[in-house]
């Protein structure tokens, strides 16, 4: 859709939040009559009968009922997202995933970056695309982190599309697994001859997207070597037949960002940047994101990790099997319908001298975790905050210990957001004697 013929359809707007405050401004920078419904007690109560295209909010599911009774009395459902790959002069590398987008985005866009490339990081991480669209040009790369809420109902696919490994989350959202995957599927489903797809060759569901898409396929790998792609073999990373770097290394802590790292080496290299030094030099000094695996501080010979950003059981197995030395591991938060039997062997299996289960889930987490063998201590009682949280955890480490808050489950049980969580986390832990 132009902005031409958008100017002269009769446009909603539903909700002002992160995602619509500058794609408002940018229709009132454009002159795009529209009108905003920003409060509402339910959806159902909102009434667009009198518009011909609803932009709805992610908070708003596209497979609704609200949402389809839509699309069935003729209404044209838009969102910020598709509306960008509209206007977007540029080209477009997207990220999704369950886990690791933000990371793998953000290393792609350094990468660019240091190759010469006018490059702008935009999506759930980084800049609003709509604060720079008037600026892109044509020889321009944006990388956008793109969540399924968000391409659910992509009708365009990206130049270059990156498909981390997905697995069952946001189950509160989508009705099932295969609704989750369906929406993941559409970042590759309109690609033509002339794109490129970067897939996770480790994760069974996302090979079966490579059938899906008409665009060259690059894989990447840390379990296997697979080509075309970059993938970890013995100790270093191969890309195209020739070594890139030892894995030691690598910037980003733990094995499983390794993923995250050949996703980026050919996602780039599909974008024309090969240069091994240039690769070498970015990945190397890269340490990562806030809340992702980050290393807080050393205390009394104690290394405190703040993974707040983990919500799934797979990437809090991830963080714990990071880690070869004993463990007290801070797990838990609200529920969000997740199967939480492969976290619980893990576990079982590592060094974990004691388990904090916090929030609503933590206790049925540690529960499995006795099932599947785990022997340790587990305190679950006398945690109904983050000062009391890291102090019970500090009272209970010794000096080479680690303490992990990987919680496996969203926040909103005792904190505003995954963010929230972990910057509590890191203020306690620094204000430890």
């Known amino acids: 859709m132009t902005l031409e013929e958008l100017s002269r359809k009769r446009v909603v707007v539903l909700g002002l939040g992160?995602?619509?405050?500058?794609?408002?401004?940018?229709?009132?920078?454009?002159?795009?009559?529209?009108?905003?419904?920003?409060?509402?007690?339910?959806?159902?109560?909102?009434?667009?009968?009198?518009f011909d295209v609803v932009f709805r909010t992610p908070g708003v599911p596209y497979l609704s009922r609200f949402i389809q009774d839509a699309v069935a009395s003729g209404k044209v459902i838009y969102s910020q997202t598709k509306l960008f790959f509209d206007l977007c002069p540029a080209k477009i590398i997207g990220v999704t995933g369950t886990k690791g987008k933000g990371t793998t985005a953000t290393l792609i866009h350094k990468i660019l970056q240091a190759g010469g490339l006018k490059t702008y990081l935009a999506g759930n991480i980084g800049l609003d695309p709509f604060e720079f669209l008037d600026e892109l040009k044509a020889e321009d790369w944006v990388v956008l982190e793109l969540s399924s809420f968000q391409i659910q109902d992509l009708h365009k696919s990206p130049h270059i599309a990156v498909v981390l490994k997905i697995t069952p989350e946001h189950l509160d959202y989508h009705k099932n697994f295969e609704e989750y995957l369906a929406a993941k599927s559409t970042i590759v489903k309109f690609q033509s001859a002339e794109d490129a797809a970067v897939l996770n060759y480790d994760s069974e569901v996302v090979r079966v997207l490579a059938r899906q898409t008409k665009a060259r396929v690059f894989w990447n790998s840390v379990m296997q070597a697979v080509k075309p792609g970059c993938f970890v073999k013995g100790e270093k990373i191969i890309f195209d037949e020739l070594p890139v770097m030892d894995v030691s290394e690598v910037g980003l802590f733990g094995r499983f960002n390794l993923e995250n790292v050949t996703a980026g080496i050919a996602a780039t290299a599909a974008a024309g940047i090969t240069d091994r030094t240039l690769i070498r030099k970015v990945v190397s000094e890269f340490h990562g994101l806030e809340h992702r695996l980050e290393f807080?501080?050393?205390?009394?010979?104690?290394?405190?990790?703040?993974?707040?950003?983990?919500?799934?059981?797979?990437?809090?197995?991830?963080?714990?099997?990071?880690?070869?030395?004993?463990?007290?591991?801070?797990?838990?938060?609200?529920?969000?319908?997740?199967d939480y039997t492969g976290l619980a062997k893990v576990i079982a299996a590592r060094q974990i001298t004691a388990l904090l289960a916090i929030g609503t889930t933590g206790p049925k987490i540690a529960a499995l975790a006795r099932e599947a063998g785990y022997a340790g201590k587990i305190y679950d009682t006398a945690l109904s905050d983050m000062p009391s949280i890291v102090g019970k955890a500090a009272s209970l480490a010794h000096s080479g210990d680690v303490v992990l808050l990987s919680p496996a489950s969203a926040s909103f049980d005792m904190f505003e957001n995954y963010k929230q969580r972990g910057q509590w986390f890191k203020k306690y832990v620094n204000e430890l004697p």
């Open 18 to 50: 992160e995602n619509h405050k500058h794609l408002v401004r940018y229709f009132e920078n454009h002159r795009i009559k529209f009108e905003l419904v920003d409060k509402w007690n339910s959806i159902t109560d909102i009434d667009v009968t009198g």
């Open 296 to 338: 807080v501080g050393k205390i009394n010979g104690v290394r405190y990790f703040n993974d707040s950003f983990s919500t799934t059981s797979e990437t809090a197995a991830a963080a714990v099997s990071a880690f070869d030395t004993p463990v007290i591991l801070i797990v838990g938060g609200s529920e969000k319908k997740a």
